[in-house]
């Protein structure tokens, strides 16, 4: 199953796979493109979107959201045959990148195969993940925070029979909360780096740009961004963007209106590089059914949810024992900020020196809706009363976990740390690089390893690895994490986890199914823009080193 950078004659093409047999029950065009939308009253805000159409299987595989930055929901089912044909409208590179789905490696949607303005792409995969809360979003090359940040991105939802067997919130109870932090320029227009966004003047960049040197950083990425732009501008490529404006489900925030009975919360942070303290205003607890790869064992109760850029939580809300007309609200909740301006500015490393250059902290323009702040997220308005008869289970998934005397280095695991060099975040002292793999980023297919990832005390990440699952096995070492431990939501299959500044998460993965070039990286975007995303290699048991 190779995926194939096609030409616009590529419709008259007859090629259905690398052996000519790929058979799908669900075809799909998902397209990139600028549109106008009317988010608020005034001018139209330019946005990029996602366009879905279906070619073969069932209708309701796609549900839109109209007037909105969100890309469609897809919906697929464990087992079943997928072919999605991608088609950039954009005119700058791009590429759909599966997060958290277990396929080969030319269907993960990485960097290197991200096509050229007026290309295509054509995924071929089966679904092999439980049932859960995925997503998909653009990646290419010095693009992707831009990319994501107006509005390539969309929910993948995955069933399969014992998901289905359970009595869960459906239909109208089933509800997505995909949040994102943006900032309003003029003119209804959405505001991240200058020069950049829909409303741009790009030319458009031939070849497919999967060969680039530097890869996130290379080309016009710094001699037209970093290097280039105002202190404001260093600051957010190097640090995250953090905007003064809440967006759920690809519009500013307004109230759901809800009725007196038990839902199912689909909730993505899709934000660039926000991390949520997720908590109801009123105190009750968030009751958490699943996370990144589907179901938990059991219904974990938190007092809040620490949900990081990349992150999934499925919630049970049961509101059943509200009044009508009542409100209650999200919240995102403070805790010690990752970015800790103050006391980086007065030290040393990167913060220092960009101190120094700027002539101290004052005129850093941080954002007006810091990291870390207490803000409310959404309100949820009981606007009429139903008969509730879903009750919360017991019991959820059998859920499998990997033991650590199965791993090949059940005694020595692999060693991570975040790395800061040169201007650029790292592991292990190497940033990003195009296809290039290090002797340490190496693994065998078949085999279950156990990760270690050092966090710097300089702030938090949010570490992604591509193409798996994982289970967390222990987190220790962060002294300034105190706020945020009672919301990790551990127990389940994550494939992003939040790794505070100064902590060291152990995580235990299998290598199972595919060969081939894999990522794992911060999805705190503009952190793995800035080099710290890396490629690590699956080989066969057999292949030499």
């Known amino acids: 199953m190779t995926g194939l950078p096609l030409a616009?004659?590529?419709?008259?093409?007859?090629?259905?796979?690398?052996?000519?047999?790929?058979?799908?029950?669900?075809?799909?065009?998902?397209?990139?493109?600028?549109?106008?939308?009317?988010?608020?009253?005034g001018p139209a805000t330019a946005a990029w979107s996602?366009?879905?159409?279906?070619?073969?299987?069932?209708?309701?595989?796609?549900?839109?959201?109209?007037?909105?930055?969100?890309?469609?929901?897809?919906?697929?089912?464990?087992?079943?045959?997928?072919?999605?044909?991608?088609?950039?409208?954009?005119?700058?590179p791009s590429i759909v990148n599966w997060h958290g789905l277990h396929v080969p490696a030319d269907m993960m949607g990485l960097p290197r195969y991200e096509v050229a303005p007026g290309r295509r792409y054509r995924y071929e995969f089966q679904v092999n993940d439980r049932a859960g809360t995925y997503w998909?979003?653009?990646?290419?090359?010095?693009?992707?925070?831009?990319?994501?940040?107006?509005?390539?991105?969309?929910?993948?939802?995955?069933?399969?029979?014992?998901?289905?067997?359970?009595?869960l919130p459906r239909g109208e109870y089933d509800l997505p909360i995909?949040?994102?932090?943006?900032?309003?320029?003029?003119?209804?227009?959405?505001?991240?780096?200058?020069?950049?966004?829909?409303?741009?003047?790009?030319?458009?960049?031939?070849?497919?740009?999967?060969?680039?040197?530097?890869?996130?950083?290379?080309?016009?990425?710094?001699?037209?961004?970093?290097?280039?732009g105002n202190m404001g501008s260093m600051m957010t490529r190097m640090m995250g963007f953090f905007g003064d404006s809440i967006f759920v489900n690809g519009r500013p925030t307004q109230p759901l209106e809800l009725a007196t009975h038990a839902?199912?919360?689909?909730?993505?942070?899709?934000?660039?590089?926000?991390?949520?303290?997720?908590?109801?205003?009123?105190?009750?607890?968030?009751?958490?059914?699943?996370?990144?790869?589907?179901?938990?064992?059991?219904?974990?109760?938190?007092p809040y949810v620490m949900l990081t850029p990349g992150q999934?939580?499925?919630?049970?809300?049961?509101?059943?024992?509200?009044?009508?007309?009542?409100?209650?609200?999200?919240?995102?909740?403070?805790?010690?900020?990752?970015?800790?301006?103050g006391d980086m500015m007065s030290g040393s490393g990167l913060m220092g020196m960009m101190?120094?250059?700027?002539?101290?902290?004052?005129?850093?323009?941080?954002?007006?809706?810091?990291?870390?702040?207490?803000?409310?997220?959404?309100?949820?308005?009981?606007?009429?009363?139903?008969?509730?008869?879903?009750?919360?289970?017991?019991?959820?998934?059998?859920?499998?976990?990997?033991?650590v005397q199965d791993a090949a280095n059940?005694?020595?695991?692999?060693?991570?740390?975040?790395?800061m060099g040169h201007m650029q975040w790292g592991f292990n002292g190497h940033s990003f690089k195009m296809g290039a793999v290090a002797p340490d980023e190496v693994v065998r297919l078949g085999t279950t390893e156990v990760w270690e990832f050092i966090n710097s005390p300089m702030m938090a990440h949010a570490i992604h690895l591509h193409g798996l699952q994982f289970q967390v096995l222990e987190r220790s070492g962060s002294s300034r994490s105190a706020d945020v431990t009672g919301g990790y939501a551990d127990e389940g299959w994550l494939d992003t986890m939040l790794v505070m500044p100064g902590e060291r998460v152990k995580i235990i993965m299998r290598f199972a199914d595919f060969t081939g070039l894999y990522a794992y990286q911060c999805h705190m975007l503009e952190h793995a823009a800035a080099g710290l995303m890396r490629d690590y290699e699956v080989r066969a048991s057999h292949a030499s080193a």
């Open 410 to 419: 059940p005694h020595n695991p692999r060693s991570f740390h975040v790395t």
């Open 8 to 41: 616009q004659a590529w419709a008259k093409s007859s090629h259905s796979g690398a052996d000519g047999t790929f058979e799908p029950d669900l075809a799909l065009e998902l397209t990139a493109c600028a549109q106008n939308l009317a988010l608020r009253s």
């Open 50 to 92: 996602y366009d879905a159409k279906v070619l073969k299987g069932d209708a309701a595989s796609v549900r839109a959201h109209p007037d909105s930055t969100l890309g469609p929901t897809l919906h697929m089912r464990r087992g079943q045959k997928v072919r999605i044909d991608f088609v950039n409208e954009l005119d700058q």
């Open 355 to 403: 101190g120094g250059m700027m002539g101290g902290g004052n005129r850093m323009g941080a954002p007006s809706l810091p990291d870390g702040a207490a803000f409310p997220i959404l309100t949820v308005r009981i606007a009429h009363k139903v008969e509730n008869t879903l009750k919360l289970p017991a019991h959820l998934s059998n859920l499998e976990r990997l033991r």
């Open 312 to 341: 999934r939580v499925e919630l049970w809300a049961d509101f059943s024992g509200d009044a009508v007309d009542s409100d209650l609200t999200l919240m995102s909740e403070s805790f010690n900020s990752m970015m800790n301006m």
């Open 178 to 228: 995909v949040l994102q932090d943006r900032s309003w320029g003029q003119d209804n227009q959405l505001h991240y780096l200058p020069g950049t966004g829909p409303a741009a003047s790009r030319k458009p960049q031939a070849g497919n740009g999967s060969t680039g040197e530097g890869g996130m950083m290379g080309g016009r990425e710094m001699t037209g961004g970093m290097m280039s």
């Open 136 to 167: 998909y979003h653009a990646m290419a090359a010095g693009h992707t925070p831009e990319q994501v940040y107006f509005g390539l991105a969309g929910l993948l939802i995955v069933s399969d029979d014992e998901e289905a067997a359970l009595p």
């Open 263 to 302: 839902y199912r919360l689909h909730v993505l942070n899709a934000s660039n590089a926000r991390t949520y303290k997720l908590a109801w205003k009123d105190g009750r607890p968030l009751t958490v059914i699943a996370t990144d790869g589907g179901l938990l064992r059991e219904p974990a109760h938190k």
